[in-house]
């Protein structure tokens, strides 16, 4: 086998470099083991017999270890360089130095003065692999901007080639890899976008019942999302939960130009008699293509500009759904670009064969069944129907001011992170069998499959971890492997109880979420209450006084204060009136206690590739104790005199602060927690109440809260010009649509019953308002609103008929009404169930990613019921009240809309 420090060795000077040339690869920091360095001890009575100083041998070790160049010397016709060879190689070499002479020249070695030897130099992190013992490791840091997938597939790859270089016995293992989380959510992405793929397309063959036509519709699907693939390509878009949730939230609409435009040119053709149908196959694909080319226009640019907002989110919420925003716009202007152009050209080709005209359709007349008695009710009872709908708004209110609040919905990582804390002055040694029985601990629970424990930092400044903190990455095994019932919350709560420690307090989290949240906000739970001050006591007891008014709140977990105080300190004061009587100088009793007490790092020795420290200390039995410490000998000024410190030092023991956190020029404290089985957002709102009444904080004191809260507020502050704005777009796009305020408002008016809708199904699924769910109800809105405009379409359409015939009655815009909404039910239906149904396979998956994406549809799918039912039954009404109103007024006119009218030899 191979000892700790061999380990080691391999992996700083083999390994690291290596996985370094990786492209894509920052930093290949190292963690436990010993580094291997020589050890000089120095025997104090030994140097005194002699008359040398620790400064003699630290001059003469440093003057003894070097290379010189003497540049060339030319000799037969030929140059020789000159090289000075004089790096030590061995223990041998270093013993084998010359301190001093004695009197009468017998040179001093250092072996004369103490012991030369390899050792493991003084470390302050470690790590331990399933409680069975100690391992030595690499924390591979990838480049920013880089793809997590593919510089970890080139890690791979590279490892895969070192090991052939290994020795025997020596193996390298991946202990937590990201790349399993990004293939599982991907996986259930891919599989989403399928299942919706399938059920889009058995929906469009429902309706239409004619294979060669739902063909069209289907075809454009694969073709519209292949683009969004190549634009995503170019653009350096990478395929990851939100960017291919973006695809997955538009599917159904991908389709919905192609749906009206099939739908319509299918109602024309079945209309032309089938021995005239040929010659007229090409007029009737390009009228009944233009007829609806301008309103399919105008609702896509509404779907996709309604997205604006979510580009111009910041911060961490933009870095997570400007992917999803990408991809869904790539997909709707592949979308919008296949329905002028590929579409008709399908439309004239494949729309052959027999036709069932829409009134002899099944579904047709089942939906129309239903569905016409409602609209003849509604239209009759108009301002019941009306209250009736501001009743179910009036209902949602309440609700929506229930709803819980949070950042971001937590995405299962599939591994948990156990970050306890214990007192800031813990031993190394104590900390490497605390941890060790944690992690034995946690590799017992069954669902557990691997543990890797780390106490401390690893060797980079990116991570300045102290002794006191102890991070262990647990990869639990796949479901299916679990007990029956058990879910992620029981696995932490078990654990949780099991690892109930005297002066240790538990913390959960996960990998991933815990590295976004330190680099982001400093805090390494997902809540944190920052107090800052100028008094580190003072700041340690509002810390304690904080957390003990934060526990008794329901929710609150893992609540620690960080102990800005309580470490432990030997402070060695200097008498410099004692100094100045025995003639010793202050520098030179810095120097003892940095090299005698501390271990100074002199230089450092050249072998081959490898390079290794040479540290110069007492012997251990020399400064173990306070006792030995004070007896340690200081040289004056003439070399002659010896002093022990404690002639001229005050040595005493004390505490103070382990580390110092500073924040905007003041000192600052944390308490820590997390919050579970309840909202961020209320939680929060009653914990701010409970401090503001209870924690009096003196002059100079503030408190802010901190980690995920930060982002939430930003994000919210951010959402509340965006919304509005995502309205503005919407409603000037139907503005230029419509050439009326009046109407834009009409269809305007399904944006709040969407939300009806989207907040009755976001409370009853349980789910909190957050950034997903805010994406969701933007991404409803466009395609809400796109319903109301094909109502209005079709609504104009038949009452522009009547006007062309002559003046109109009220009747007449009752019939006209009527037949709009009844007679073109089919396309309507069609548009909102391939939004809304192809949209169910992402609230029935269960994978990985899937709690992200779930909060992004629910708000999606009641909300386009709700506005489904408010277009189909509302929308007619309003039609009917401002046109008649019109008509009383006088103001009754063409929409200036263009139809597609066939004369009746051609039918």
């Known amino acids: 086998g191979y000892d700790l420090e061999q380990l080691r060795t391999l992996q700083d000077w083999f390994v690291r470099y290596q996985l370094n040339t990786v492209q894509g690869v920052a930093e ?78 017998t040179p001093i070695y250092l072996k004369n003065l103490g012991s030369v030897q390899m050792g493991g130099a003084i470390r302050r992190g470690l790590l331990d692999k399933n409680g069975e013992g100690e391992a030595v490791g690499g924390i591979v840091v990838m480049r920013y901007g880089q793809n997590a997938k593919d510089v970890i597939d080139r890690v791979k790859t590279k490892i895969r080639e070192l090991e052939k270089g290994l020795p025997p016995g020596v193996r390298i293992t991946a202990s937590y890899d990201r790349s399993d989380l990004i293939s599982r959510a991907i996986k259930t992405l891919k599989s989403s976008l399928l299942e919706e793929s399938l059920v889009v397309s058995l929906v469009i063959l429902v309706f239409l019942l004619h294979f060669r036509s739902a063909l069209v519709v289907v075809l454009t699907l694969p073709v519209s999302v292949l683009i969004a693939f190549i634009t995503m390509k170019l653009m350096g878009v990478t395929s990851n939960i939100m960017s291919l949730g973006g695809i997955a939230i538009a599917i159904g609409v991908l389709v919905d130009a192609g749906v ?30 233009k007829q609806v080319g301008r309103p399919i226009f105008f609702s896509l640019a509404i779907i996709i500009l309604s997205f604006v907002p979510v580009f111009m989110l910041e911060g961490q919420e933009g870095k997570l759904f400007h992917p999803l925003a990408f991809t869904k716009t790539f997909s709707m202007m592949g979308s919008a670009l296949i329905a002028i152009t590929l579409v008709p050209v399908l439309m004239y080709y494949l729309m052959r064969g027999r036709m069932t005209p829409e009134s002899a359709n099944p579904v047709s007349r089942f939906f129309i069944r239903l569905y016409a008695p409602v609209i003849r009710l509604v239209l009759e009872w108009k301002k019941t129907t009306i209250a009736l709908n501001i009743l179910a708004l009036a209902i949602a209110g309440p609700l929506f001011m229930n709803l819980g609040s949070e950042f971001m919905p937590p995405l299962d990582e599939g ?22 029985v944690q992690d034995t601990i946690i590799k017992s629970v069954p669902e557990v499959e691997q543990v890797l424990g780390k106490v401390g930092r690893a060797e980079t400044s990116t991570d300045p971890a102290p002794v006191s903190m102890f991070e262990s990455i647990i990869i639990l095994k796949q479901r299916d492997q679990w007990r029956p019932g058990v879910t992620k919350a029981d696995i932490i709560s078990e654990l949780d109880n099991r690892l109930r420690q005297i002066g240790v307090r538990n913390g959960w989290t996960q990998p991933i979420i815990n590295r976004i949240n330190m680099l982001s906000t400093g805090v390494r739970t997902d ?44 402070d060695i004061d200097i008498d410099r009136e004692a100094a100045a009587r025995y003639n010793v100088k202050v520098g030179d009793i810095q120097e003892i206690i940095e090299t005698a007490l501390g271990g100074k790092t002199l230089s450092t020795t050249v072998e081959g590739r490898n390079r290794f420290p040479i540290r110069v200390r007492y012997l251990r039995e020399y400064r173990d104790s306070i006792e030995s410490i004070q007896q340690i000998l200081v040289s004056g000024q003439d070399g002659s005199t010896q002093v022990p410190l404690s002639q001229v030092t005050r040595l005493k023991i004390s505490g103070g602060a382990p580390e110092i956190n500073s924040e905007g020029g003041l000192l600052r404290s944390l308490v820590f927690l997390n919050v579970r089985g309840r909202d961020m957002g209320g939680f929060v709102n009653e914990a701010k109440q409970t401090l503001e009444k209870n924690l009096k904080l003196p002059p100079g004191y503030y408190l802010v809260w901190s980690g995920q809260w930060e982002n939430q507020i930003r994000a919210k502050a951010r959402l509340q010009i965006l919304i509005p704005l995502g309205l503005v777009i919407i409603f000037v796009l139907l503005f230029f649509t419509f050439h009326s305020a009046l109407e834009a408002g009409m269809v305007m008016l399904s944006v709040p019953f969407a939300l009806v809708g989207g907040v009755y199904l976001v409370s009853a699924l349980g789910y909190n308002l957050s950034v997903a769910v805010w994406v969701g109800f933007i991404a409803l809105y466009g395609i809400a609103v796109e319903t109301g405009v094909v109502m209005v379409v079709y609504l104009h359409e038949a009452l522009d008929k009547k006007l062309i015939n002559g003046p109109c009655s009220e009747q007449d815009i009752y019939d006209a009404t009527f037949e709009g909404a009844v007679l073109r039910l089919r396309p309507k239906l069609m548009t909102v169930a391939v939004a809304l149904l192809g949209l169910l396979p992402i609230m029935w998956s269960s994978g990985s990613g899937a709690d992200v994406m779930k909060p992004i549809a629910a ?29 009383k007024k006088g103001r009754l006119r063409h929409s200036g809309m263009k139809h597609e009218r066939l004369d009746a030899d051609d039918r």
Request: hydrophobic share 45%; net charge neutral.
């Open 527 to 570: 809540l944190g209450v920052k107090i800052l001050g100028s008094d580190l006591n003072v700041l340690k007891d509002l810390a304690i006084r904080a957390e003990e008014l934060l526990k008794p709140i329901p929710g609150a977990v893992d609540v620690v204060a960080e102990r800005v105080t309580g470490g432990s300190y030997i």
């Open 28 to 105: 290949v920091a190292s963690i436990g083991g010993f580094v291997r360095e020589y050890q000089i001890d120095l025997d104090p009575n030994k140097l005194f017999a002699y008359k040398i100083s620790v400064s003699q041998v630290v001059e003469a070790v440093k003057r003894s270890n070097s290379d010189t160049g003497g540049r060339l010397l030319e000799q037969s016709d030929a140059e020789y360089l000159i090289r000075g060879r004089g790096y030590v190689q061995s223990s041998t070499d270093l013993e084998a130095i010359v301190i001093a002479a004695e009197q009468n020249g």
């Open 260 to 289: 009206i435009m099939v739908e319509n040119c299918y109602r024309h053709l079945s209309e032309v008699p089938w021995e005239k149908r040929s010659a007229k196959r090409l007029e009737v694909v390009i009228s009944s293509a």
């Open 415 to 436: 591994s948990l992170l156990y970050m306890p804390v214990t007192l800031p002055n813990i031993s190394i040694s104590e900390a490497k069998r605390l941890l060790q």
């Open 859 to 887: 708000p999606m799918i009641g909300g386009m019921i709700s506005s489904a039912i408010h277009v189909l039954i509302m929308t007619p009404v309003i039609f009917v009240l401002m046109k008649t109103r019109d008509l």
